[in-house]
């Protein structure tokens, strides 16, 4: 399934992702063989197949399908090579990473398309498995768009740091068959701008294969505590300045970003209650039956001996 010159370019690709630039990774053209990326598109499932809902539970632009093994003979073939342990092996000649593992739950992963309007802030991923106790460690994407320019947005976008007033951006056009592979860290940090392809392009959607792999033990300084995804809001446009005078599309965007970061807090909101009602619910239970009564009532004699 892979392109047939591939295991040829290992060493090459292996020094381009150890360059840290900003942060380790590689792009990989001609990713798969030409008949099996073109099977690949062929089989890749309607939009309204996958999963549409956003992290707020409202149905967006991206759509997701997490089982690929059902998409088609394909997309078996291709479950059955990112597994295998030759497939593995090449990983980790080419990353320096040893003991990969296949992620059979495709967490996050999948097919994921994106249509007109969709963005995807910066963002640094989940560190570890929601199931098994493993680190994240890469991600490997394939772009399946047999057009696309940057000047529609939606190329992958690598950050030294959104937060910083001096990040710099690498841009790499998700074009087809086109593999993007990267280090997942507490630094790296992704994403893509909104997509807006031209009206003569109507139906064109952003489409990827997206892997991830993991290992049981990570060196210690990129150890971090559990997180799920960190996002950066994305900053005000450079157009907005002392004296600009708004348009009504710079209205309707300053309106976009508000609403986004007032989605994002609430989202937060949310985690916190939910973490707090877990809190709530394991006090219950230790303060259940003698040995919580007797706690209880030690903790009221301690109040009022101070």
Avoid: C
């Avoid at 399934?1 to 001609?30: K, S, T, Y």
């Avoid at 000649?93 to 963005?119: M, S, V």
């Avoid at 959607?205 to 792999?213: D, G, K, M, N, V």
Wanted: glycine residues 6%.
């Amino acid at each position: 399934m892979l392109a047939p010159d591939l295991d040829q370019r290992l060493d090459a690709l292996a020094a381009d992702f150890q360059r840290r630039d900003p942060f380790r990774h590689a792009v990989i053209e001609g990713f798969f063989d030409a008949q099996t990326a073109q099977q690949l598109l062929a089989q890749f499932p309607a939009f309204e197949r996958g999963n549409a809902r956003d992290e707020n539970g409202e149905i967006g632009n991206k759509s997701t399908v997490e089982r690929i093994r059902e998409l088609g003979p394909a997309y078996a073939a291709l479950d059955d090579l990112v597994q295998s342990p030759a497939f593995l092996a090449r990983l980790s000649r080419l990353t320096g990473i040893p003991d990969l593992r296949y992620d059979p739950h495709y967490f996050g992963g999948g097919t994921h398309e994106n249509r007109n309007g969709q963005d995807l802030d910066a963002h640094v991923d989940f560190n570890r498995h929601p199931v098994e106790p493993w680190h994240r460690r890469l991600n490997l994407i394939v772009y399946l768009n047999p057009e696309w320019h940057d000047s529609w947005g939606g190329s992958l976008e690598l950050h030294t740091d959104p937060r910083s007033p001096d990040d710099r951006v690498t841009r790499i056009t998700p074009l087809f068959n086109r593999g993007v592979i990267f280090e997942t860290t507490e630094w790296s940090w992704h994403g893509f701008e909104r997509i807006e392809v031209p009206s003569g392009h109507a139906g064109v959607t952003r489409r990827s294969i997206a892997l991830y792999f993991y290992t049981t033990e990570r060196p210690a300084e990129e150890l971090a505590p559990t997180h799920s995804t960190i996002y950066v809001e994305r900053p005000l446009p450079a157009r907005f300045h002392a004296g600009h005078t708004l348009s009504e599309d710079d209205v309707a965007e300053l309106r976009n970003l508000v609403a986004r970061r007032d989605q994002h807090n609430q989202r937060l909101y949310r985690d916190i209650s939910q973490l707090n009602a877990q809190l709530e619910e394991s006090r219950r239970a230790l303060e259940s039956g003698v040995v919580g009564r007797l706690r209880y009532y030690a903790r009221r004699l301690l109040a009022r001996v101070r």
